[in-house]
């Protein structure tokens, strides 16, 4: 085995371990990737093009971006070694919680934890969709805006997978924002 390949895939590893120990999903790991990934495996112009992809595909973007960048930088043996690094945090600490929560599931006060957590998990949702409707529109809400979220709805509530409700209101912004 070539010794340059081996050290980029520990790089991936390492890069990919990194970012997910150290920051949450979001802009934080996309701005910390960006410093990581930049003209050490990847070129400005590859970076933006990955992240824009990432944005567009549904799933988790985190995972997105590990593979984009992997593939990038080392074809598909890049894609493993970086999903493995994007990958394994979060599943050790999400294996830790369970145990966790495994020993104290008959505990009374977890009943209350979950019941006060459900309203704040509520309020936070609403707000995230408050922001991203806000943040969406650079013009006033007007009717085609409201058809979208009508037919949304609907879809949503006739039990519509969620990336086909999004696919085609895309379509539909699409047709009706021209």
Known sequence: MNETKFSLWLQLLWMFLKVNLLSPSGPASVSLLYKEAVGKIMTEKQFVEA????????????????????????GVPGVLTALLGAALPPTVMM????????????ENWLTGFVAGMSPAIAALIIVVAWELFRVGQTKKVGRRTLLIAGL????????????LVLLGAGILGVILFR
């Open 95 to 106: 294996l830790i919680l369970a145990m966790l929560l495994k020993t104290v599931q008959h």
């Open 51 to 74: 992240v824009g992809f990432s944005n567009v595909l549904p799933g988790s973007e985190a995972l997105k971006l590990a593979m984009f960048v992997g593939y990038a930088a080392g």
């Open 152 to 163: 949304s709805a609907l879809a949503f509530w006739l039990d519509v997978p969620s990336p």
